[in-house]
């Protein structure tokens, strides 16, 4: 089977659990904390969910690859989802010296489900960068309830 590389100008959603959730004074999420894209020392690579595999305008695309990763994964209602370019991915990582590969490696419950590979497991500088500027936007899982999408249309 040949390698499918994600295009640059796509993005990726990665599960964020609440105990890694910037959040401020109030308690309001502002974002996501380094370890969000730290590898377990059991991976090779750092699993996340690509948006463009589906289709649909983007909240459509966003409903879709949720209700895909929650096919995998426990996911809590406080947790969230942190939505990041491929190319900003790439960029931040090279320029810390690391080619990452992000490559689409569909499972038997998300089609979409892709890995960033070659991404250092303890670089925390490098989690940081990816974590403050790679990151456009966290999604909170509560504002995605797993009913909101029939998961029967996920490809």
Known sequence: MAITYLP??????????????????????????????????TEDALSVTWVEHFDGDRSEKL???IAATRKELDVRPKSGFA??????????????????????EPTELNTAHSEIRRLPRDEIDLLELLASDAVIEVLLAAQFPPAAVDETTIA
């Open 8 to 41: 640059p100008e796509d993005h990726v959603l990665r599960h964020v659990g609440y105990q890694r959730l910037r959040r401020d004074e109030d308690d309001n999420v502002v974002g996501c904390l380094p370890d969000a894209f730290q590898r377990r020392e």
């Open 83 to 104: 939505l990041a370019n491929v190319g900003r991915i790439q960029e931040i990582c090279e320029f810390s010296g690391h080619k990452v590969r992000i490559i689409h």
């Open 63 to 65: 409903s879709l690859a």
